[in-house]
C-alpha cells in the first residue's frame, strides 16, 4: 500500500491523479481542495464509492488551512505519508499573452500579478512541504512532488524565444529551486524532492481565447513544431498524468534527486 496527499484535488491534473491513483485499492488519497464538499461531492459522481479517497480542506493561499490539513491528515494517514504531490498551482490570465515589456506599462498590475503568483505557487508550496514533512519523514518512498512547467526551463526558453507567460515562468523556476533546497535539507534523511513537468495539457487554457490571443497560442505551437517536429498536439490529463506517475514513481535519489525533468522523465519538454 502507498498513500498520497495530493494538492488541487478538485480538477485536472490534481483530480486525474485521484482517479488513476485510486483505482488500486491498496492506494490511500488524501486530496486537498479550495472547496471541499464540491470535491467530494465530484468525486462520488464520477468516480463512485472509493473508501481509499478523503478530501479535506487545503488552499495555497490560506496557511492555516494548510497546516490544518496537515494535522487533519494523520489519523487517515496513520502519520505516515509516502508521497506528497504539490500539484496545485494558478496562472494569470493577463500574463498568459503578454511580455514584461508590455505588463511593464503598468507596474502596480504587474507587481499586483507576480505577487499573487508568488505567493501561490512558492511560499504556498513551501508551507505545504514543510506542514506534511514530518508525515513524509515516517513514510517508506519519502517522496515530494512538485508539478513544475517547461516554461520555467533556461535553455528550453532560450531555444524557443519565449516571451510571454514570465511572471508565471518566474514563479515556476522559483518553485523548482525550493525543489532544490528541499532536497538539501533532507537527502540524509532519505527524501527524494523533484519536480516535473507534465508537458503541454488540455484543461481548457485556451477554450476562451479571443483572435489575437490565438495567433500567440499558433506562434507558439509552431516554434514547438519547429523545435519537436514528432509534437502531436496538447496532451489529454489521462495521458499526462499516467506519464507523471510513471517518473515519480521510478524516481530515486541516486538519479533524480534535486532535479527537474519532463514527463518523460528527462530534459525532453514535449
Known amino acids: 500500500m502507498a498513500s498520497y496527499v495530493i494538492t488541487g484535488a478538485s480538477r485536472g491534473l490534481g483530480f486525474e491523479q485521484i482517479r488513476q491513483l485510486s483505482t488500486d485499492p491498496n492506494n490511500l488519497i488524501v486530496g486537498l481542495a479550495r472547496d471541499k464538499d464540491a470535491t467530494i461531492k465530484k468525486v462520488k459522481e464520477e468516480l463512485g464509492e472509493r473508501p481509499n479517497v478523503h478530501i479535506l480542506h487545503g488552499d495555497l493561499e490560506d496557511t492555516a488551512s494548510l497546516k490544518q490539513a496537515a494535522a487533519d491528515s494523520v489519523p487517515i494517514l496513520g502519520g505516515k505519508l509516502d508521497y506528497l504531490i504539490a500539484n496545485a498551482g494558478v496562472a494569470s490570465k493577463l500574463d498568459s499573452f503578454s511580455n514584461l515589456g508590455?505588463?511593464?506599462e503598468d507596474p502596480e498590475t504587474l507587481e499586483r500579478e507576480y505577487l499573487y503568483?508568488?505567493?501561490?505557487?512558492?511560499?504556498?508550496n513551501i508551507n505545504l512541504i514543510n506542514f506534511f514533512m514530518p508525515q513524509v519523514l515516517a513514510g517508506k518512498e519519502k517522496k515530494v512532488i512538485a508539478i513544475s512547467s517547461g516554461l520555467?526551463?533556461?535553455d528550453l526558453v532560450r531555444k524557443m524565444e519565449f516571451d510571454t507567460a514570465p511572471l508565471y515562468a518566474i514563479s515556476k523556476?522559483?518553485?523548482n529551486m525550493v525543489v532544490v533546497k528541499f532536497q538539501n535539507q533532507y537527502k540524509d534523511d532519505g527524501v527524494l524532492c523533484l519536480a516535473i513537468c507534465p508537458g503541454m495539457v488540455e484543461v481548457g487554457q485556451y477554450s476562451d481565447v479571443n483572435p489575437e490571443q490565438l495567433q500567440k497560442v499558433q506562434k507558439m505551437v509552431g516554434k514547438f513544431l519547429e523545435h519537436y517536429?514528432?509534437?502531436a498536439g496538447a496532451a489529454t490529463p489521462a495521458q499526462a498524468v499516467k506519464d507523471v506517475i510513471s517518473v515519480?514513481?521510478?524516481?530515486d535519489l541516486k538519479n533524480y534527486a534535486g532535479d527537474f525533468v519532463s514527463h518523460n522523465g528527462n530534459k525532453e519538454w514535449l
Do not use: T
Request: glycine letters at 8%; aromatic letters at 12%.
Open 102 to 104: 508590455e505588463q511593464g
Open 117 to 124: 503568483l508568488h505567493k501561490v505557487n512558492v511560499i504556498g
Open 152 to 154: 520555467s526551463d533556461f
Open 173 to 175: 523556476a522559483a518553485l
Open 229 to 231: 517536429p514528432h509534437f
Open 248 to 251: 515519480y514513481h521510478k524516481a
